[in-house]
């Protein structure tokens, strides 16, 4: 064997293989499909979760609780931590807190709580901020900055009459 013999009768696509062309070709009369029976009429296809009549698995398990997927993922940062990692008159975005791995993973909405003390002046943006951390960043003498983008959620409040 050649180098140049290595690609040979290589082919990027497998040739279709056609059905019913005689007893010589191996795919003929029954075409590879058996005798008679439910599988071997044109159109036949069977639900994926079908297990031959008995209960499938997917309805003999329990179901339990419940998934929200439109519901958007929040990411928490308190103030206490912002403290811990930030100088004083910094600003704090969701790029900063990621360098700093306290807003981790994929997340649609950075929400800033008022857990723990903040002594530094600090400039915070975020989509939301609870009304105790709002209190604590413009007590330390900073700013809490609202970013656009995901609408912060207004809860209704009902009419009083």
Not at 65 to 81: E, H, K, L, T, Y
Not at 107 to 134: E, I
Not at 137 to 152: C, D, E, N, S
Request: aromatic fraction near 4%; charged fraction near 25%.
């Amino acid at each position: 064997m050649n180098i140049n013999d290595v690609h040979r009768r290589i082919n990027k696509t497998k040739k279709r293989q056609r059905v019913g062309r005689g007893i010589g070709s191996g795919h003929g009369k029954t075409c590879g499909r058996g005798h008679k029976g439910q599988r071997s009429r044109a159109g036949y296809s069977v639900h994926p979760t079908f297990e031959g009549g008995q209960m499938p698995l997917v309805r003999r398990i329990p179901k339990r609780g419940f998934n929200n997927r439109w519901a958007q993922s929040v990411a928490i940062v308190n103030v206490g931590q912002l403290d811990q990692c930030f100088d004083e008159g910094a600003e704090v975005t969701p790029e900063t807190l990621k360098e700093q791995n306290l807003a981790k993973g994929r997340y649609d909405v950075l929400k800033v709580l008022g857990d723990g003390q903040l002594t530094k002046k600090l400039n915070v943006s975020a989509h939301r901020f609870s009304k105790s951390a709002q209190d604590k960043i413009k007590q330390a003498g900073g700013q809490a900055i609202v970013l656009p983008g995901k609408a912060p959620v207004v809860k209704n409040k009902q009419k009083t009459k």
